[in-house]
């Protein structure tokens, strides 16, 4: 694989399955400040996140036959391994932090108005909005992404991705309009 002619994330999936480690290299090469970036939002260490980015493109080498076209790309598909990563080594640590505890310390950490359905309510909530985000097209997701997940205004969006202000504020229209028809067709009564 020369540096002259770059490959597809799709065929970098399909060189995986021929043994290429060259092909995970470029892969990494090309998502590794994005994988680093949702791994440090989860996980908030450093190291713990080198850990996992590790941790997740090994997965990525062992289970490549795993990606399906058909139900996004690869980007998706790795940033999903990474934050998937992310969550198991925070709930590993997290879990073990709380075996330490004593039940006073528990209960006093729960506090009075956590409500555990409530909280479940969220996060399947939390789940069917990322489910809907995935399906947009990328561009669109990834406006959404830069100006809910990372806090950046429109014009601040348009900057980073070379696109016009006006096109950045159509997709986003646009996004968030697919957004709330597709949350409305699952059910979900917290449409936005």
């Known amino acids: 694989m020369s540096e002259s002619d770059p490959q597809t994330d799709e065929a970098l999936i399909a060189a995986l399955g021929q043994g290429d480690a060259e092909a995970l290299g470029v892969l990494y090469d090309r998502y590794q400040r994005l994988a680093m970036a949702v791994a440090y939002r989860i996980l908030n260490d450093t190291t713990a996140t080198e850990d996992t980015l590790q941790d997740a493109f090994l997965q990525v080498w062992r289970n490549h036959q795993s990606f399906d076209p058909r139900r996004g790309n690869v980007r998706s598909w790795l940033m999903t391994i990474v934050r998937n990563a992310a969550i198991d080594r925070l709930r590993g640590r997290a879990g073990r932090a709380r ?5 006073d310390e528990i209960d006093y950490l729960l506090g009075e ?3 555990p359905f409530q909280q479940a309510v ?3 909530q939390a789940d069917q909005i990322r489910a809907a985000i995935e399906q947009l097209p990328s561009e669109q997701r990834d406006a ?3 100006a ?3 806090g950046l205004t429109q014009q601040e969006i348009a900057d980073r991705t070379g696109a016009p202000l006006g096109t950045v504020k159509g997709r ?3 996004g968030l309009r697919k957004l709330r028809e597709h949350l409305m067709e699952t059910g979900w009564d917290g449409a936005p």
Do not use: G, K, P, W
Request: proline share 0%; aromatic share 10%.
């Open 99 to 103: 075996q330490d505890r004593s039940l």
């Open 144 to 146: 959404i992404a830069l």
């Open 113 to 115: 108005h956590d409500d």
């Open 122 to 124: 969220e996060s399947i």
């Open 148 to 150: 809910y997940f990372n």
């Open 172 to 174: 986003m229209r646009l």
